[in-house]
């Protein structure tokens, strides 16, 4: 009995929303987050697509890896695509030409959402349509060959921000889209990672039952653009939590719940050596950026214990 | 049927209540405003049963169109000038995906120096898109089109979004005296819309995939097809739109051209007062006429074959440059007359950039320059009118 209870709300469906035989690159952590959402949504979703990796991956004509209603139209109109995906469905059923209960989902890229389609993002925030935004971060632009974005950490080698004789790589702190998105004031934020499958699932099926938008930022590893061994993906995604680079964590109204909490964070190095993209970094250059995690995981744990109640 | 004053601007916006349209996405610009402020108003006193999508950008509203249209509802918006460039990108996806999205453009000249005045060159800009496109020279002519363009957009065998021209304030902001249709008649006129692929969980589609090489062209060779074949469908629901209404409305519409041995051919609101100038002309014995072109894509060839038949000289007046080329309504008619054995000899001009006004009188100088330099054979390059020296 007792063993039932454990495994039984562990149970995952078999079905496959977002189809095996897609083109992505070997251990690709993108891909298995998507998989993993798809899962958690169900089939009575609409799901809009921005350009990118994704996109690319799964739909080149003739075939499709999916399962579900899935439109891609642009690169950073993702947003506001899925916005009147979601008010067409809205007359239709008021007109009573429409009668399922079908979520929307938008799905972009972390240069699709922090950079090119931060504007449509923040109108469909604003205007509180009713649909779900994942923005899968690998923190470049990978489709196009590893350029940097605003979702690039500090001190990572991309094709646009090299580490050279004079340059450390990108030179700026990475974007927090999450708490830009909380600054919306919306009903629900989450950060996510594949390599926390049931976080990750349990809080896409959270997003479905909110009314209103949700954004859910997922930490998606990119084995291709991290230079990282492929059968590391997982083990990164671990890494990049445990040493508190990338906290669990969501933000329902104003109340901040820290998923996973550790009494002592990993040294952000274990994280640092398994990538190609932060070899070159130095010892002064790592220690500020674990300064800098600290002080952010510190901050991030301060709101989530002060509204415990 | 009622007769009404009423602004070029609203008198769209009646139409589009008529028509039951069911989701608007909008983004201010003059001199298109004033249509989706007046849609703004049906839908809060619950005149008009839709979604209204505030969008934050011009590249949103017409994104917000595709997600709407993409799930079957009957979608509209309006735009001008710097907001149709911002829309630029996604008018080739609308018209790509068969999305038959409907569009009034207030037709205004393009930055820099910012001009929200009247030309054509946000028109000509989007030329190449892939949409239907038709102008209308009067309000009651706006109504009208509007109407038809959604019968003939969402056709089954069109299903493409059609854009429909109107000059920025000659027709937004003026009021005209405009007949209106009863909601009963437009309602036999305008069926529901329905999709035939929806994006529906029951059936589930993959809409918008990308098209590797070995597949591409014929994609595109299907979408020119299709626009191309949209042109019977025009001619047909005009046809029953004169049927329903008195108005008659075809590709290419001449004025007093039946004798013309010159012929003055424009587009837009400038018809209207070009009409004046051959009048006179006409009064005074000389053979001139005026073509007027109705639909601008898919390009009315063979009717405008047919109405410059007869004619000698045929000058154009193109409202924007294409800036190192040749003006763009006279280069897609020098295209369509060089095959032909007999054609008129072509005198290009440019004018009213900007809003910049031209009176009747200032067309008869033009039509009289026009065949001066005809008779002189200077034939090579186009003439800016009225610059200031
Ligand atoms: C307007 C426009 N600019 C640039 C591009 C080229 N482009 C396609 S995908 C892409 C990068 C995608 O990066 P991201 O959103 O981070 O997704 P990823 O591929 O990394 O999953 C770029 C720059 C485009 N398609 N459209
Ligand atoms: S480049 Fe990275 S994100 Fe893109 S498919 Fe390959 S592993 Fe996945």
């Avoid at chain 2, 008009?48 to 950008?57: F, K, M, Q, R, T």
């Avoid at chain 2, 041995?261 to 837009?268: A, H, I, P, Q, S």
């Amino acid at each position: 009995m007792e063993s039932l209870a454990i495994y039984v709300p562990r149970l995952v469906t078999t079905k496959e929303y977002f189809a095996p035989g897609h083109r992505a690159c070997m251990g690709c952590g993108e891909a298995l987050a998507v998989r993993l959402v798809c899962k958690a949504l169900g089939r009575n979703i609409i799901i809009a697509n921005a350009t990118g990796c994704m996109e690319i991956v799964s739909s080149p004509l003739p075939s499709t890896s999916w399962e579900v209603p899935w439109i891609h139209t642009l690169f950073e109109n993702t947003a506001a695509v899925a916005s009147g995906i979601e008010a067409g469905i809205k007359v239709l059923r008021r007109k009573g030409k429409y009668t399922k209960r079908t979520k929307v989902v938008a799905m972009a890229g972390d240069g699709g959402t922090a950079d090119i389609g931060f504007q449509a993002l923040s109108g469909v925030l604003e205007r509180g349509h009713d649909l779900i935004y994942i923005c899968f971060d690998n923190e470049a632009y990978m489709n196009t060959g590893i350029q940097r974005s605003s979702s690039t950490p500090l001190g990572a080698s991309t094709t646009t921000s090299p580490a050279g004789k004079v340059s450390i790589g990108q030179t700026t702190w990475k974007k927090n889209m999450p708490a830009i998105a909380v600054a919306h004031d919306i009903p629900y934020v989450a950060t996510a990672c594949h390599s926390y499958p049931f976080d990750l699932m349990n809080k896409i099926s959270k997003a479905i039952e909110i009314k209103g938008p949700s954004y859910i930022h997922i930490l998606s590893v990119c084995p291709t653009g991290w230079r990282l061994p492929s059968d590391l993906t997982i083990k990164a995604g671990r890494l990049a939590i445990e040493t508190g680079i990338f906290p669990l964590y969501e933000v329902e109204k104003d109340r901040y719940t820290l998923n996973l909490d550790f009494p002592q964070l990993r040294p952000i190095e274990d994280y640092f050596k398994l990538q190609g993209r932060f070899r070159h970094l130095s010892k002064e250059i790592t220690s500020q950026i674990q300064e800098r995690v600290a002080a952010e995981y510190a901050k991030l744990k301060k709101k989530a214990t002060s509204n415990n109640y | 049927m009622k007769r009404t004053g009423m602004e070029g601007s609203f008198a769209i916006a009646e139409a589009i209540k008529l028509a039951r349209v069911e989701a608007v996405a909008a983004y201010p610009i003059t001199p298109q405003t004033h249509i989706v402020e007046r849609l703004a108003e049906f839908v809060a006193n619950g005149e008009l049963d839709a979604e209204y999508i505030p969008v934050e950008s011009e590249h949103s509203a017409m994104s917000a169109c595709l997600g709407t249209s993409a799930v079957g509802a009957r979608t509209f918006t309006a735009t001008a000038s710097q907001g149709l460039e911002l829309m630029h990108e996604v008018l080739y996806v609308a018209s790509g995906l068969r999305l038959p999205i409907v569009m009034t453009v207030a037709n205004r000249a393009l930055s820099a120096p910012l001009s929200i005045w009247t030309d054509h060159s946000d028109a000509m800009a989007t030329r190449d898109c892939g949409w239907i496109q038709i102008f209308a020279e009067n309000a009651q002519q706006a109504f009208d089109l509007t109407l038809c363009a959604f019968r003939i957009a969402e056709d089954p065998i069109v299903l493409l979004p059609t854009m429909f021209h109107i000059d920025g304030f000659y027709v937004s902001h003026t009021i005209e005296s405009v007949e209106f249709l009863e909601q009963e008649v437009v309602d036999k006129f305008l069926p529901e819309y329905r999709h035939p692929y929806p994006l529906d969980p029951d059936k589930p589609v993959t809409i918008g995939a990308f098209g590797p090489p070995f597949i591409y062209t014929e994609a595109k060779k299907a979408h020119e097809a299709a626009l191309r074949s949209s042109k019977k469908v025009i001619l047909r629901v005009w046809q029953e739109f004169s049927k329903l209404s008195g108005r008659h409305y075809s590709p290419v519409e001449s004025y007093k051209a039946e004798d013309a041995d010159v012929l003055l051919l424009c587009m837009g609101s400038f018809s209207e007062t070009a009409m004046m100038a051959i009048d006179k002309m006409q009064a005074e014995g000389q053979k001139v006429g005026l073509i007027r072109l109705r639909l601008w894509r898919p390009f009315p060839t063979e009717e405008l074959r047919q109405a410059v038949s007869k004619a000698q000289v045929l000058i154009i007046l193109d409202r924007a440059l294409s800036l190192g080329g040749t003006p763009p309504v006279c280069s897609e008619i020098q295209a369509a007359l060089y095959p032909l054995k007999t054609r008129p000899k072509i005198v290009s001009f440019v004018g009213s950039l900007g809003g910049r006004e031209i009176s009747a009188q200032g067309f008869e100088e033009v039509i009289r320059h026009g065949v001066d330099k005809a008779k002189q054979g200077e034939l090579d390059e186009f003439e800016i009118i009225g610059v200031r020296e």
